[in-house]
């Protein structure tokens, strides 16, 4: 199992490049868990999965496949708010321990392309 530090770096302001992290992350997620409405979690360690089993009412653990699933569905039916995180046991600073995947400003696939070449054509 990897460590916080060994993925691969990401774009969490683009939905595209977050769902590329999330089905790399979710390889080693021990359980996702959703609060119904727009947080949506990854667990990747054990003391984190202990904690959304204690204080989340929807929490799945299976296989990676089963977990992307669920995951999708709540992204799908969840609000506008919604974001992606995974989330290590950081004893020294909780904070530490999140990493956004997908954050709540993400841009759907190609606008922030769009946007970039905007940019480009201002710069000439």
Not at 24 to 39: G, R, S, T, W
Request: aromatic content about 12%; overall charge negative; hydrophobic content about 35%.
């Amino acid at each position: 199992m990897k460590t916080q530090l060994q993925y691969s770096d990401h774009n969490s302001d683009s939905i595209h490049h977050g769902w590329v992290a999330i089905d790399e992350y979710i390889q080693d997620a021990v359980l996702v868990a959703f609060d119904d409405c727009h947080k949506i979690y990854l667990a990747m360690d054990e003391k984190e999965a202990a904690f959304f089993r204690e204080h989340y009412d929807t929490v799945v653990e299976s296989d990676s496949v089963e977990m992307l699933d669920h995951l999708s569905d709540w992204w799908d039916g969840s609000c506008p708010l919604r974001f992606v995180s995974a989330v290590w046991h950081n004893e020294n600073d909780p904070n530490a321990g999140f990493v956004s995947l997908i954050s709540q400003c993400a841009t759907p696939f190609g606008e922030d392309e769009e946007e970039d070449e905007d940019d480009d054509e201002g710069e000439e």
